[in-house]
């Protein structure tokens, strides 16, 4: 989810559900040891509860970087042993960390030592030609030996090479048994699930597991968020006509984008960006995303106007 799941973004989807818990888009170590730390790392009280995603391969650093997490204010820092993409893997860190356990243990201990939020570890089921089963265990097993008490597993298989990011992401099976063998071997192990999960109702066949992680799905429908608040955790107290609802959601916005601007410089595109799917399956959502996509970027918009403008048309679920 880098540069998606930013600030700004978990601001809006926050104001959508309140009680999931968000992630930020995975920074790396040298960002933050080297970079504009404050920048990387500032977030709203609202976003909480709220886990910072690390991406890195140094314990040194990683324990500097969870340091610096927990002392911001952030509910549990993770290390992101998943992404496959070239970059991550020319920085040796990423899924291909999976081949080396004993090393992603040292990693996790030194930042287990560091902070006393909780530290977990979000992987794969494998790589490249390995044998899934054994590898994923081999995997689990040499972390939960370390502490490691909270597992994110993303149900497919990463190819290392030969396949861009967005097919590692679409073409490996889901093997969500795999992931669930887990569970049953290690009962005291949360383990959260990962992959290809688009509907509530494919959430509640997944019961086997501590938790689901949602990805794009959240992003280009954010309106799914609240129907996991309401038909998987429960919470009923959303009642009401849906597109009144998504309106004030989209309103509520507005005091942020202005308060950003003020304070930061922020351009309203960078936070509308995230807006776009908000619409998602309603009758005149076309209109609100054309607006956002092509009135956003001009100087000195209105953000107000920019969203009533945007809100026109919009009839009645598909």
């Not at 600030?7 to 992630?23: E, N, T």
Request: aromatic residues 8%.
């Amino acid at each position: 989810m880098l540069d998606w799941t930013d600030r700004h973004c978990r601001y809006f989807h926050r104001l959508i559900a309140p009680h999931v818990r968000l992630y930020t888009e995975m920074i790396t170590t040298g960002a933050l040891l080297h970079g504009d730390a404050e920048r990387h790392l500032r977030f709203h009280k609202a976003e909480r509860p709220l886990a910072l995603q690390l991406g890195g391969s140094d314990p040194a650093a990683l324990a500097a970087c969870a340091t610096m997490g927990a002392e911001h204010g952030y509910d549990e820092i993770n290390l992101n042993c998943g992404c496959p993409s070239d970059r991550v893997q020319n920085g040796a860190f990423g899924a291909c960390l999976m081949k080396e356990p004993a090393h992603v243990a040292d990693c996790f201990t030194a930042m287990n030592r560091a902070v006393d939020i909780p530290v977990t570890i979000k992987c794969r089921i494998g790589i490249d030609d390995c044998d899934e089963r054994p590898f994923l265990e081999r995997f689990v097993s040499t972390l939960a030996d370390s502490g490691c008490r909270t597992f994110i597993i993303h149900a497919r298989k990463a190819w290392l090479q030969g396949l861009s990011p967005k097919e590692n992401r679409e073409i490996p099976p889901l093997r969500y048994d795999l992931a669930a063998e887990i569970k049953e071997r290690y009962p005291h192990l949360t383990v959260v699930v990962n992959g290809g999960i688009r509907t509530t109702e494919q959430i509640k066949t997944l019961s086997a597991f501590d938790g689901v992680m949602i990805g794009r799905e959240a992003y280009q429908n954010p309106w799914f968020l609240r129907e996991i608040e309401e038909n998987v955790l429960c919470h009923t107290h959303f009642h009401g006509d849906d597109i009144a609802a998504r309106k004030a959601v989209a309103r509520a916005m507005v005091p942020y984008i202005v308060e950003q601007g003020r304070t930061y410089g922020t351009p309203v595109k960078s936070i509308t960006r995230h807006m776009i799917g908000l619409f998602h399956g309603i009758s005149g959502g076309k209109h609100w995303r054309r607006t956002l996509s092509t009135e956003a970027h001009k100087e000195d918009v209105d953000a107000r106007g920019l969203i009533e403008e945007a809100l026109k048309n919009l009839r009645a679920e598909r």
